[in-house]
């Protein structure tokens, strides 16, 4: 069984750099799958954010890859997020999944709520 | 980036009803598409992936249907736990995208 946690802060200001930890257990190196994230505003849709596979394969979304870095911790299984110059339009429940880029994620964290305020 | 069609963004529908829910890709994405459930306050759970295949422990009453850009989540028999917001989710490229959403209330 796969579980993931999110952890992190939940309040960062404007400009600021958020780094979100997910801690996950039960992905084994061999099953294909990566970690990744994905976020949603309050009351909005699901944004994929990045993924990165067992062997350091990067992916991240266009439209943010200028801000986002993914990186992972085999030997703690955790993937770290982080996301620069942070605006409100930032704030959102971030979710940790697990999954593949070319079928579906199949396990998701229970998320956390940023919120990017002065 | 593909765009993902959700309407109507809520539909009603009361216990033992049979509801279809739509998702239209603005391109051809085969059957690169996947359905999740999401209830307030959780993560989304996948249900169907790749248009119809259903997931391990998910009820049978659930259904994917279609291929292309026309794609159909189908939910008989509603049951309590069914009301929730549904999203579909094309895998066919990168970025991944997903729909808007839609809301499945008690009538």
Redesign the interface.
């Known amino acids: 069984q796969i579980t993931l946690k999110e952890s992190g802060p939940t309040l960062v200001k404007p400009t600021q750099t958020l780094t979100l930890t997910c801690s996950f257990s039960g992905i084994s190196k061999y099953s294909g799958l990566g970690v990744g994230w994905i976020r949603q505003p309050p009351g909005?849709?699901?944004?994929?954010l990045a993924l990165i596979y067992w062997d350091d394969d990067k992916?991240y979304?266009?439209?943010l890859m200028n801000r986002l870095t993914i990186t992972k911790d085999t030997s703690k299984n955790q993937v770290v997020l982080t996301m620069t110059n942070m605006d409100p339009v930032d704030t959102a429940t971030y979710?940790c999944v697990s999954g593949?880029?070319?079928?579906?994620?199949?396990?998701?964290?229970?998320?956390t709520l940023v919120t990017v305020s002065s | 980036?593909i765009q993902m069609t959700q309407s109507p963004s809520s539909l009603s529908a009361s216990l033992g009803d049979r509801v279809t829910i739509p998702c239209r890709a603005s391109q051809n994405i085969r059957n690169?598409l996947?359905w999740?459930q999401q209830k307030p306050g959780?993560?989304?759970?996948?249900l169907i992936?790749?248009a119809s295949s259903l997931?391990s422990g998910v009820p049978s009453r659930f259904s994917g249907s279609g291929s292309g850009t026309d794609f159909t989540l189908t939910i008989s028999n509603l049951q309590p736990e069914d009301f929730a917001t549904y999203?579909c989710?094309q895998?066919y490229s990168?970025?991944?995208?997903?729909?808007?959403?839609t809301k499945l209330e008690i009538k």
């Open positions: 909005k849709a699901l944004e994929w992916r979304s266009p439209s979710y593949s880029l070319v079928t579906s994620f199949d396990s998701w964290g229970q998320g | 980036d690169y996947n999740y959780k993560g989304p759970k996948l992936s790749a997931q999203y989710q895998s990168t970025p991944v995208t997903f729909g808007q959403g």
